[in-house]
T-cell receptor, first 115, second 114 residues
Framework: DQQVKQNSPSLSVQEGRISILNCDYT??????FLWYKKYPAEGPTFLIS?????DKNEDGRFTVFLNKSAKHLSLHIVPSQPGDSAVYFC??????????????FGQGTELSVKP | ETGVTQTPRHLVMGMTNKKSLKCEQH?????MYWYKQSAKKPLELMFV???????ENNSVPSRFSPECPNSSHLFLHLHTLQPEDSALYLC?????????????FGNGTRLTVT
């Protein structure tokens, strides 16, 4: 049973508009969430994270929102740029302290930003 | 260029071969990991090493054998693999036990078992 789900395998957005990527989780013990971005032929790179004590974390064009009651998080990219086209992975951890890197990943959402 | 280097980038091997994947991190981290990404599936944790000691084996078959000689190097020895083991194998490192230390991944080895 998958504990972290990204139900949209792909998303297409026009350059300059907002991209919203969604992620749902089932385990209420998760308290630290991360987003990774992956380009073809490269490994995933860390993008942004949020702990369960917050409901929002912002870094430049990227904002992650956490709704603990709904067990849902989302990544907003504003404005979207063609270079943002990649696969985005949501991941969850049972601890703020990276104890063994026990991240549970979603399946990924492929974002395509059209010029 | 990432701080985590994996070699080879691509590997094709027969089911009776023995091969090894290599990973090296230049970030001064003390924890290293092997992850597997199969087609259309999420990344799956395979092994974790903290300060060269294996602290996690996520029910991985014995045909995968990890080795961590020091905190900077990690190997994955492969023998008698099956075609379903074909996948992208990713190495990662982090400052294990530290607050808010994300994983840093290498670019992976694309393995094909024929």
């Amino acid at each position: 049973d998958q504990q972290v789900k990204q139900n949209s395998p792909s998303l297409s957005v026009q350059e300059g508009r907002i991209s919203i990527l969604n992620c749902d989780y089932t385990n209420s013990m998760f308290d630290y969430f991360l987003w990774y971005k992956k380009y073809p032929a490269e490994g995933p790179t860390f993008l942004i994270s949020i702990s369960s004590i917050k409901d929002k974390n912002e870094d430049g064009r990227f904002t992650v929102f956490l709704n603990k009651s709904a067990k849902h998080l989302s990544l907003h990219i504003v404005p979207s740029q063609p270079g943002d086209s990649a696969v985005y992975f949501c991941a969850a951890s049972p601890s703020l302290y990276n104890q063994g890197g026990k991240l549970i990943f979603g399946q990924g959402t492929e974002l395509s930003v059209k010029p | 260029e990432t701080g985590v280097t994996q070699t080879p980038r691509h590997l094709v091997m027969g089911m009776t071969n023995k091969k090894s994947l290599k990973c090296e991190q230049h970030l001064g981290h003390n924890a290293m990991y092997w992850y597997k990404q199969s087609a259309k599936k999420p990344l799956e944790l395979m092994f974790v090493y903290n300060f060269k000691e294996q602290t996690e084996n996520n029910s991985v078959p014995s045909r995968f054998s990890p080795e961590c000689p020091n905190s900077s190097h990690l190997f994955l020895h492969l023998h008698t693999l099956q075609p379903e083991d074909s996948a992208l194998y990713l190495c990662a490192s982090s400052q294990g036990g530290s607050y808010n230390s994300p994983l840093h991944f290498g670019n992976g080895t694309r393995l094909t078992v024929t």
